[in-house]
């Protein structure tokens, strides 16, 4: 099953190029710091604003950091099924373990075309496929009736779970079945999720903190209710910061800040964060350097 801190890492950017020595740095850092997996090409990857030759590099120089430490899961998404059975055949040479697919955006399909969807994603490789659901973004809700019948798929093995309601994501850790994966990815739902059962969460604020995260998986795993929720308490008034503006822009800002980047950049239409969120961020980077 797929469990624990899974990290929606970043792409660097340096003078409008991907930065891959500071990529490659950051991936050994956050494996010293104690995650279980790897997922590149993500939202927080920015990968809408990469091109074909960078996917492919971004995948090679991520698989061969990693060397099988931790899995690694390709974002491999998109609003058109033909093309996405053709972005998983290009990048089928790569040694990774999975992918995450996002559910088609834009076009809003109904439950059936959801289903007809990730039937063929799924058929279309034998890596494992983990859907991701995020409404907010994507316009349309996979609901947990339609979750539920695609983990009857043999490689469809979990979801990074984003649908923004609390009730929902409830209902599908009591229906789901015991050998598919709820991982939440909503950052600041980490420890309730954890509480009801979730299996772990792949989420952007873990950039910051992480063995902070990394310890509340592990005080959950050790049955440590009490000791997770100590675990918790300093993130807790992080995670909304990160999410102030538009992600990763406060992230790369603090990495940048933090010497793990070696700029804050993020590829148009993403800018930079404002002057005032700046200021509540050094304030964290100060408090981190002096503790």
Not at 10 to 25: C, I, L, M, N, Q
Not at 70 to 85: C, D, I, M, Q, Y
Not at 179 to 205: C, K, P, Q, W
Not at 260 to 283: N, V
Request: overall charge negative.
């Amino acid at each position: 099953m797929i469990t624990g801190l899974w990290l929606p890492i970043v792409t660097p950017f340096k003078d409008g190029a991907v930065d891959f020595k500071s990529y490659e740095r950051l991936i050994e850092h956050y494996l010293a710091s104690g995650i279980d997996g790897v997922f590149p090409l993500g939202t927080t990857g920015e990968s809408p604003a990469l091109d074909a030759v960078e996917i492919d590099e971004l995948v090679e120089r991520t698989v061969a950091t990693v060397a099988g430490r931790v899995p690694v899961f390709v974002g491999v998404g998109g609003n058109a099924t033909a093309k996405v059975e053709k972005e998983l055949k290009r990048l089928e040479r790569h040694a990774f373990e999975g992918i995450v697919s996002v559910c088609p955006y834009y076009n809003r399909p109904s439950q059936d075309g959801l289903l007809a969807h990730f039937r063929a994603v799924a058929a279309a490789t034998d890596r494992d496929v983990l859907i991701y659901n995020i409404p907010y973004r994507t316009a349309v809700n996979l609901a947990n009736d339609s979750l539920i019948e695609l983990a009857e798929v043999k490689n469809i093995v979990g979801v990074k779970d984003s649908s923004g309601s609390i009730a929902q994501s409830l209902e599908l850790l009591a229906r789901k079945p015991n050998d598919f994966s709820v991982l939440t990815g909503e950052d600041a739902l980490y420890f309730t999720m954890m509480a009801n059962g979730a299996e772990g969460g792949i989420l952007a604020a873990s950039h910051v903190m992480t063995e902070r995260f990394v310890e509340v998986g592990r005080r959950f795993a050790a049955n440590d209710i009490v000791g997770a929720r100590a675990a918790w308490a300093p993130l807790a008034p992080l995670v909304p910061l990160l999410f102030a503006e538009a992600n990763p822009m406060p992230i790369k800002y603090l990495l940048w800040r933090q010497g793990l980047i070696a700029s804050p950049e993020c590829r148009l239409p993403l800018t930079r964060i404002s002057d005032g969120l700046a200021r509540r961020l050094d304030a964290i980077v100060g408090e981190r350097l002096a503790a």
